[in-house]
């Protein structure tokens, strides 16, 4: 059985990445190769994005391959993007099996197998497990409906192609269980930042997250569930990307990585024992860290905490759910400061109850509560979240097109704002915080000028939003 796995060409403008250069590996493909590599499956995974394949480039590379099944990713703003690789590979390869996974058809098994006829069936949230039993199904031709965590199409009597969905599969209790990602089949040298090459040494050493907040697609897609791997296995990935790849930074893309304090401080222990010469960034909650633990974080090479701050306004932060306050923000910026830890803090600008003089308050809180570097991102209501609900039942939503669910471009009004006054919030956030005198002077006594110049470009002097 051979299996190739895509990560396919994709029109959606996702700015910030353009900005920074940044093109990065689908981790969660090389998870799932490295599953089925284990169980003795050929696997193959094309990057077309990284690649810069086109289509008609992907499917016919897919023709010389003749897999038996192909495993399609995406995520909302690239499901039609995905849905076009399907197609156009099936029509190279009509024998195989065409999988899609990812949050979107998780969120949307129905509709999304409606949307696409070429598309035999879906991977329901966490995939590795269920892609390697539906794998063996393909395999043994016993067919889908003994599978959990798929949907799938039945031909009923009538022909009439029924679209089932089967009973969810329970989580993967143990994270040490799945082997670490199969990097040695990404393009390793297509992948940048700042449009340089670089080995980007991406790990997820948690999985979901037991928060609620509305506008997080995290809570569905593992169901408010909370797992860990344990800190020993973290660094042996961590060492092996060392000694394989030469790395020297790593990113901790959990949703919440210090939700255990006690692991997280175990992670950071395990790489000074093993001197481990690297540098490296996570993210997490402003109550979930402590001035000792990030001490301890920077003694082991951290370099930079990204936090969600989301909003200026306590209002909005308790309609967000986010269930944090401005003074435990201001306090964990404190603490990263005296552990010498710089700081990048988020912000969503559009929440459905949010007005001007909020967006004004969250743009100046941006700029005095001592964070070092600001993204901001316009409220995105994804299928499957509060947000989207909230959106579609007040009659918020007006973009149809999920290319344009990237965050960046403005899909709904709130019940104050336009879509065009949010654009222009979004663009004069930006303007207001990275065009400031004391900031750029710190950006050259840094040397990061190189960092920041090409956000500048992008969303200042362009006025992209504008």
Known sequence: MRVALVNPPTTANFETQNALGL?????????????????????????????????????????????????????TPTISDAMRAVIESKAQVPGAVTVMGGCHITALPLETMAACPSLDCGVIGEGETTLLELVRAVESGSGMDGVDGVVHRREGAGGEGRILVNRMRKLTPDLDSIPFPARHLLPLDRYTVLNERAVIGSIITSRGCPYNCIFCSSAKFYRGVYRARSPGNVVDEIERLVQNYNL???EFIDD????????AESIAREVIRRKLDISWGFGSRVDLVAEDMLRLFKRAGCIMFYMGIESGSERIINALRKGISLDQVKSAIACAKKAKIETMGTFIIGSPWEAWDDVIRTINFAKSCGIDYAQFTVMTPYPGTDAYEIACSEGLLEESDWAKFTTLHPVMHTRYLSREQLAKLVSDAYRSFYFRGRFMLKMVQKRRLKWITPVVKHYVLKRKYA
Do not use: N
Not at 33 to 60: N, P
Not at 256 to 263: A, E, L, P, V
């Open 248 to 250: 020297k930074f790593v």
């Open 23 to 75: 093109k990065s590996p689908p981790l969660g493909l090389a998870y799932l190769a490295a599953t089925l590599e284990r169980e003795g499956y050929r696997v193959s995974i094309i990057d077309a994005t990284a690649s810069g394949l086109s289509h008609c480039q992907t499917a016919s590379k897919l023709k010389s391959m003749k897999p038996d099944v192909i495993g399609i990713t995406s995520i």
């Open 256 to 263: 919440t990585m210090t939700i255990s304090r006690g692991r």
